[in-house]
Antibody, heavy 123, light 108 residues
Framework: QAQLVQSGDEVRKTGASVKVPCKASGYNLASDGVTWVRQAPGQGLEWMGWINPYNGNTKYAQKFQDRVSMTTDASTSTAYMELRSLRSDDTAIYYC????????????????WGQGTMVTVSS | QSALPQPRSVSGSPGQSVTISCTGTSGDIGRYNHVSWYQQFPGKAPKLLIYDVTERPSGVPDRFSGSKSGNTASLTISGLRSEDEADYYCCSYARSVFFGEGTRLTVL
């Protein structure tokens, strides 16, 4: 059974960085893109970016362009999202999700989601 | 571009149908068929309901259907059930990916 498993909650100080892992099992991570979406408390979903694990190509939302890095480690079937220069408004649940392989492209849809990692940023 | 406008809330009685709209522009929803819809329960990850405007992934009941007219995409839920009470988000592409603001569905 395919699944994405994320790590436990993280707490950081403002200005620090966080690197959130997302481990794939039950399918080949390199086969499909991985996207990252965040959700601030009581708010909606916000797309952060996408990575093609096969070749490492990335596309980031303009809002996060200067502060985010998305990578994958094929040896551990794990995708990572690193966010730097954290601010209090970065407090959110961070989800990884698989690009739906049955869709028409990398932007089509996201079908397999991790359970989310709560990142809390405080001073 | 910010979140795509959706009604903040909709409601319906069991057995009825409700439609949730997602308003875009000629540069996103109007141009591309990369519209998807997600259902999210409190404290849970989103679940894919509709992709490529009208398509349902395996396992999603046919009570859920998607459509598009011009720059507006819609999700219709027929035969409402109490377990449909959740938040619903559209998602579209326009050089980047944008989610809708989200709609809270209440089953009366």
């Amino acid at each position: 059974q395919a699944q994405l498993v994320q790590s436990g909650d993280e707490v950081r100080k403002t200005g620090a960085s966080v690197k959130v892992p997302c481990k794939a099992s039950g399918y080949n991570l390199a086969s499909d893109g991985v996207t990252w979406v965040r959700q601030a408390p009581g708010q909606g979903l916000e797309w952060m970016g996408w990575i093609n694990p096969y070749n490492g190509n990335t596309k980031y939302a303009q809002k996060f362009q200067d502060r985010v890095s998305m990578t994958t480690d094929a040896s551990t079937s794990t995708a990572y999202m690193e966010l730097r220069s954290l601010r209090s408004d970065d407090t959110a649940i961070y989800y990884c999700a698989r690009v739906f392989p049955g869709g028409s492209g990398w932007t089509s849809a996201f079908d397999l989601w991790g359970q989310g990692t709560m990142v809390t940023v405080s001073s | 571009q910010s979140a795509l406008p959706q009604p903040r809330s909709v409601s319906g009685s069991p057995g009825q149908s409700v439609t949730i709209s997602c308003t875009g522009t000629s540069g996103d929803i109007g141009r591309y068929n990369h519209v998807s819809w997600y259902q999210q329960f409190p404290g849970k990850a989103p679940k894919l309901l509709i992709y490529d405007v009208t398509e349902r992934p395996s396992g999603v009941p046919d009570r859920f259907s998607g459509s598009k007219s011009g720059n507006t995409a819609s999700l219709t839920i027929s035969g409402l059930r109490s377990e449909d009470e959740a938040d619903y988000y559209c998602c579209s592409y326009a050089r980047s990916v944008f989610f809708g603001e989200g709609t809270r569905l209440t089953v009366l």
